[in-house]
């Protein structure tokens, strides 16, 4: 396969997280899907192995799901949750995940997407202690190669430097400790003082970072470090959710109790945009009184608990649970893990990280990066042209396929990416004869 790239020339769109000298003038523009694979204008496919940006969990073209929120556009459109207005999806998707929970009395903040929901934890965090005679308690902590969205807060607690360089002064009080190393942890919280520090924010397996898997115990490690320091521990379970790593929301592989879980993305399958932050009882107890004059949260979103996007996500959860899709983030681990194995053998390659979840990671070597400028994004291209969207990151690209691929599909989806290798090939071996 040939790549399709359109061109496009001076268009105003600007990308997120793109190089506009580029992308400005080439686009690659997606026409439709079905199930893991997406169409180009020119009606070529590709096979979507980052389920669009982690999230298209359930496949592409579920009419499940258009149907259910056309059905509700024609019904009410939207209108706000401020106050005491409610509607009926937002209430069903509050009680659904409240009953999934791993967390006792939880309840369930709304938002528009992962970064929305990071950022209300972030403050309720600040406000639950606040409310709770500790508002000197405001230090928040994150890993390294974490990220946690690109508002304000989540900015601040960017782990990847690059997100959080640039921008001047944001939130203060935030710190960053090394990931895996629990006593990095405990000792940065006694070097603020436990009476200072909110919240310490974690993914279960590094997404953006790289996808990096928590070494054995950590998980259990940091959990046990947050109660007894009295630190709210919240679980940013954004691309973790929702079957990625073989659970309802990724954090309740491990047997721990976080006191917040921010999910997003395939809460509704990518389709709409929708986030939600579970919160346990005792964290949002102080605003739940039910007492004249009781404190109120003044933070939220437009789209909160937007009835269409809410009937997505029920349409979604409906099909994950039909179709039994939830386990198979960690039924086809292996499998995705033996598909990826033969790279590792790859001079071209520095390391490969998979079976924990349907999500990998590969790295290219060292000598690749430093000898070919912009060598992340020519393997995604290349990648591209073997008929496969893979996504970059830092030092190599991220496969996050939908729950609905096989295991016949895994195997096509590492021989692709085996191509998109063998296409870079020839330019890292000229630039290693030219230096």
């Keep these: 396969m040939t790549d399709a790239t359109t061109i496009v020339r001076d268009h105003p769109l600007w990308h997120p997280f793109s190089d506009m000298g580029t992308v400005g003038t080439e686009k690659l523009v997606l026409d439709r899907g079905?199930?893991?694979?997406?169409?180009?204008?020119?009606?070529?496919?590709?096979?979507?192995?980052?389920?669009?940006?982690?999230?298209?969990?359930?496949?592409?073209?579920?009419?499940?799901?258009?149907?259910?929120?056309?059905?509700?556009?024609?019904?009410?459109?939207?209108?706000?949750?401020?106050?005491?207005?409610?509607n009926q999806p937002a209430l069903d998707v509050a009680a659904r995940l409240a009953a999934l929970s791993p967390m006792d009395d939880t309840k369930v903040f709304l938002g528009s997407g992962g970064g929305d929901m990071l950022d209300t934890a972030a403050k309720i965090a600040r406000a639950h202690f606040a409310q709770r005679g500790q508002p000197q308690r405001t230090h928040l902590i994150s890993r390294s190669l974490g990220y946690h969205g690109t508002h304000g807060l989540g900015t601040s607690l960017a782990g990847i430097e690059a997100n959080g360089a640039g921008w001047g002064r944001l939130v203060p009080d935030v710190s960053v400790v090394a990931r895996d190393d629990a006593r990095a942890l405990e000792d940065e919280i006694l070097r603020v003082g436990p009476d200072r520090v909110a919240a310490f924010f974690c993914e279960p397996v590094i997404g953006a970072g790289g996808v990096h898997h928590p070494v054995d115990g950590y998980i259990e490690a940091?959990?046990?470090?947050?109660?007894?320091?009295?630190?709210?521990?919240?679980?940013?379970?954004?691309?973790?959710?929702?079957?990625?790593?073989?659970?309802?929301?990724?954090?309740?592989?491990?047997?721990?109790?976080?006191?917040?879980?921010?999910?997003?993305?395939?809460?509704?399958?990518?389709?709409?945009?929708?986030?939600?932050?579970?919160?346990?009882?005792?964290?949002?107890?102080?605003?739940?009184?039910?007492?004249?004059?009781?404190?109120?949260?003044?933070?939220?979103?437009?789209?909160?608990?937007?009835?269409?996007?809410?009937?997505?996500?029920?349409?979604?959860?409906?099909?994950?649970?039909?179709?039994?899709?939830?386990?198979?983030?960690?039924?086809?681990?292996?499998?995705?893990?033996?598909?990826?194995?033969?790279?590792?053998?790859?001079?071209?390659?520095?390391?490969?990280?998979?079976g924990l979840g349907l999500m990998a990671g590969v790295d290219l070597a060292s000598h690749v990066v430093e000898s070919t400028p912009g060598a992340v994004a020519i393997l995604q291209r290349r990648c591209r042209e073997a008929g496969i969207l893979v996504r970059p990151l830092i030092r190599g690209i991220a496969v996050s396929p939908p729950l609905t691929i096989t295991p016949d599909e895994i195997v096509e989806l590492g021989a692709l990416i085996a191509e998109g290798f063998a296409r870079l090939e020839p330019l890292v071996a000229r630039n290693a004869a030219s230096r």
Excluded at 253 to 275: F, Q
Excluded at 293 to 310: I, S
């Design 222 to 354: 940091v959990a046990d470090v947050c109660q007894r320091y009295g630190v709210l521990f919240v679980a940013d379970c954004v691309i973790c959710g929702f079957g990625r790593l073989g659970t309802w929301f990724g954090i309740d592989r491990w047997p721990v109790e976080p006191d917040m879980i921010a999910v997003a993305k395939g809460i509704t399958g990518g389709t709409m945009p929708l986030g939600a932050l579970l919160v346990s009882g005792h964290v949002a107890a102080p605003f739940f009184t039910g007492e004249p004059g009781a404190p109120v949260l003044r933070h939220g979103q437009t789209y909160a608990g937007h009835p269409a996007c809410c009937a997505a996500a029920m349409a979604t959860m409906d099909i994950l649970e039909r179709e039994e899709l939830i386990g198979r983030g960690e039924g086809l681990e292996q499998a995705l893990a033996n598909a990826l194995r033969p790279l590792a053998e790859n001079p071209m390659v520095g390391e490969v990280r998979a």
């Design 34 to 86: 079905e199930g893991i694979w997406v169409y180009d204008t020119q009606d070529r496919r590709y096979m979507d192995a980052t389920a669009s940006l982690w999230c298209a969990n359930v496949g592409h073209g579920r009419r499940e799901i258009s149907q259910a929120v056309a059905a509700q556009l024609d019904q009410l459109d939207t209108f706000n949750i401020f106050g005491d207005y409610a």
